[in-house]
């Protein structure tokens, strides 16, 4: 389809000029954006507005682009089939484009500005409305009265005669404010959509802002990042500009920038909390030790270019009865209080994993979930019990009644010691399995189990407790008060308590266990294996890194929370732990960073 432009101007002598050009294609687009097939300088035509397209059978489709609308033959549409051998006039702005077509040829777009003074011999033409109303001034005056009137001193007053309300979250006070829809700024976020209609659930002074103590009625369980002194002296150093705006904020009431509002505004319509951005962190972070020189850790401003090596919390000493912090740059060593090689265990081709095939419940080599088992909150793994994870290869069984074996109680030396002491007291009736011990299990291996000849329960105590006993394969034999005992077993729940980490997100479609523990190659239960700085930065990068199919762009909201004591990892002693945590709230504490 052609289309024949045909614009009609006129000099300001009144001479008309006329320009064609002709368009081959099958739609034409019209607007103030000087890119259009037509452009219409006009401040009340939108920049894309009207497309005209060839709707088959001679026909043309008029269909507005923008919001506007446009005028066809009198009427507004926003759609239209015109016919341009009856033909049109459209009304865009000022523009009056006549669409016409004469027998085969193009179709003819006429356009032309409407004259400023058309109509002027009209019979209402001397009509104005303003002689039937007041003056401008007068009507300006009386649009503000009513506007103090109803908007301001309305709520006012009837807020003023009300009874007294109280700051409660959960009811709505009596006695209605009105017109005060008209101070909102916008719908509350999808956290606070229940507090609609109760403004004074926060706003409990008039003309004040809300206030932190009123926040922390509801939010009492959140914690600070740091104490208010703390975090002052921490913070970066505002500009000058921003210092000038806080002073002006504070003498309206603000709280400041450490204040809750500072960084959740609302009345920003129904939407979820954002979490931080790595700036966010990074302002104070960055070089925080040149303002707190006390603090034990390092700075901090983009994973993947600064940030400080991981400092694990774990036991480095037996007996000890707290656990530390130590960076994994010094090498440290795990002292658990267990012999245990890792390596051995996972050997496909070791006596484990044969004993491992024959027996059903695993029908194969060992894998790291026989053992470790994912905890419902799929963030960490449950203790690993000896009865359910290593009894099935490491047999306690010292007797047998009947159908039924009897075990060794383990957990309590006092529990041993009794059961040793019923051993001795009579015959014991071989245990038969059906199957020998070899290679590793058979006498003079390192699994090898050896419970002492029962001449005595002293005997049988000690033997068991000697590292060539049944307890010592797995266990550090010591004394006690001169008594026969084994070193406490200490293995922390959770290692990294300054972070939030959750395994699921790393399952088997992302990763294998190995590719972050080295337990296949690990000999000692001394080695800690827990993945460096390094191994995380193969596939997390800061937040401004490219995301590609391996990396990840991570800001610091991803491992980390403003407010501590909320992150879902928290140890079950915490202070101000709430009532109801877990993992369905890990997403909206990590958006409760503060901005």
């Given at each position: ?8 101007d006129?000099?300001a ?6 320009r064609?050009r ?9 607007g103030?954006?000087s890119?259009?097939d ?27 682009i ?17 016919d341009?051998?009856?033909?049109a006039?459209?009304?865009i ?12 040829g193009?179709v003819?777009?006429?356009i032309?500005?409407?004259v400023?003074?058309?109509g ?5 033409q ?6 039937a ?5 007068i009507?300006?005056w009386?649009?503000?009265g009513?506007?103090?009137?109803l ?21 709505i ?18 956290a ?6 109760n ?7 008039p003309?004040?802002s809300?206030?932190?103590e009123?926040?922390?009625t509801?939010?009492?369980?959140l914690?600070d990042?740091a ?8 913070m970066?150093?505002?500009s000058?500009?921003d ?6 904020a504070e ?9 809750c ?7 920003e ?5 954002e979490?931080a951005t790595?700036?966010f962190?990074s302002d104070?972070h960055n070089?925080?030790d040149?303002?707190?020189t006390?603090v034990s850790?390092?700075n901090?401003s983009?994973?993947g ?9 774990f036991?480095t000493a ?8 130590v960076?994994?740059?010094k090498?440290?060593k795990e002292?658990?209080?267990l012999?245990f090689?890792?390596?051995?265990h996972?050997?496909?081709n070791s006596?484990?994993?044969r ?11 060992l ?6 088992e ?11 019990e000896?009865?359910?994870?290593c009894?099935?290869?490491?047999s ?8 039924n074996?009897?075990?060794l109680?383990h957990?309590d030396?006092?529990d041993?010691?009794?059961?040793l002491?019923?051993?001795d ?8 399995s059906?199957?020998?011990?070899p290679?590793q299990f058979?006498q003079?291996?390192?699994y090898?189990?050896?419970f002492g000849?029962?001449?005595?329960a ?7 407790l000697e590292?060539?006993?049944?307890c010592?394969?797995c266990h ?5 008060n001169?008594?026969?005992d084994?070193t ?6 959770r ?22 523990h080295?337990?296949?190659?690990s000999?000692?239960?001394t ?9 995380c930065?193969d596939?997390h990068?800061g937040e401004t890194a490219?995301?590609t ?5 991570s800001s ?6 403003y ?5 879902p990892?928290r140890p ?9 945590g ?14």
């Amino acid at each position: 389809m052609a289309f024949l432009i045909r614009t009609i101007d006129f000099t300001a002598a009144g001479r008309e000029i006329i320009r064609d050009r002709t368009l081959d294609q099958s739609e034409v687009s019209i607007g103030r954006a000087s890119e259009n097939d037509i452009h219409l300088p006009d401040l009340a035509v939108e920049q894309r507005h009207l497309r005209l397209s060839d709707a088959g059978d001679g026909m043309l489709a008029a269909e507005a682009i923008g919001g506007l609308g446009f005028g066809i033959d009198g009427r507004s549409e926003t759609s239209a089939r015109i016919d341009p051998n009856i033909g049109a006039e459209l009304s865009i702005g000022s523009s009056r484009l006549a669409i016409s077509r004469d027998g085969d040829g193009p179709v003819q777009i006429v356009i032309k500005q409407v004259v400023k003074d058309e109509g002027a011999h009209d019979a209402l033409q001397g009509f104005a409305l303003s002689s039937a109303l007041p003056s401008k001034r007068i009507m300006a005056w009386l649009f503000s009265g009513a506007i103090l009137i109803l908007l301001l001193s309305v709520p006012i007053i009837t807020h003023l005669v009300r009874a007294p309300v109280e700051n409660d979250p959960e009811n709505i006070a009596e006695g209605q404010v009105l017109f005060d829809a008209t101070w909102s700024s916008g719908e509350l976020s999808m956290a606070h959509h229940d507090l609609e209609g109760n403004c004074e659930a926060c706003h409990a002074t008039p003309f004040v802002s809300v206030q932190d103590e009123t926040c922390l009625t509801c939010h009492e369980e959140l914690g600070d990042h740091a104490k208010m002194p703390r975090l002052a002296e921490g913070m970066a150093p505002l500009s000058t500009g921003d210092a000038m705006q806080w002073r002006i904020a504070e003498t309206f009431g603000k709280e400041g920038p450490l204040g809750c509002v500072s960084c959740h505004s609302e009345h920003e319509g129904p939407v979820k909390l954002e979490a931080a951005t790595e700036q966010f962190c990074s302002d104070c972070h960055n070089e925080l030790d040149s303002r707190l020189t006390d603090v034990s850790f390092g700075n901090a401003s983009d994973f993947g270019k600064k940030h400080p090596q991981f400092r694990p919390q774990f036991f480095t000493a037996h007996f000890d009865k707290k656990p530390v912090r130590v960076s994994l740059d010094k090498a440290p060593k795990e002292m658990s209080g267990l012999i245990f090689p890792h390596d051995v265990h996972m050997d496909e081709n070791s006596g484990v994993a044969r004993m491992a095939i024959s027996l059903s419940e695993y029908g194969g080599p060992l894998e790291c979930s026989n053992c470790h088992e994912e905890e419902e909150d799929k963030i960490g793994f449950a203790p690993v019990e000896m009865e359910q994870a290593c009894e099935s290869c490491h047999s306690l069984v010292f007797d047998r009644a009947g159908p039924n074996f009897r075990s060794l109680r383990h957990g309590d030396i006092d529990d041993l010691m009794a059961d040793l002491a019923s051993m001795d007291r009579g015959p014991r009736r071989p245990v038969v399995s059906g199957r020998g011990r070899p290679g590793q299990f058979a006498q003079g291996g390192p699994y090898y189990s050896n419970f002492g000849r029962p001449m005595s329960a002293y005997i049988a105590i000690n033997r068991a407790l000697e590292p060539t006993g049944v307890c010592g394969e797995c266990h550090i034999p010591t004394s006690t008060n001169g008594r026969r005992d084994l070193t406490p077993v200490n293995l922390p729940d959770r290692f990294l308590m300054r972070g939030h980490f959750t395994h699921e997100a790393h399952g088997d479609d992302v990763a294998e266990c190995a590719d972050c523990h080295t337990a296949d190659t690990s000999s000692e239960a001394t080695d800690l294996l827990i993945p460096d700085l390094e191994s995380c930065r193969d596939c997390h990068l800061g937040e401004t890194a490219v995301k590609t199919e391996e990396i990840v762009p991570s800001s610091c909201a991803m491992c980390h929370g403003y407010h501590t004591p909320t992150m879902p990892w928290r140890p079950e002693d915490h202070p101000n732990l709430p009532g109801n945590g877990g993992n369905a709230s890990v997403a909206a504490i990590l958006s409760s960073l503060r901005r």
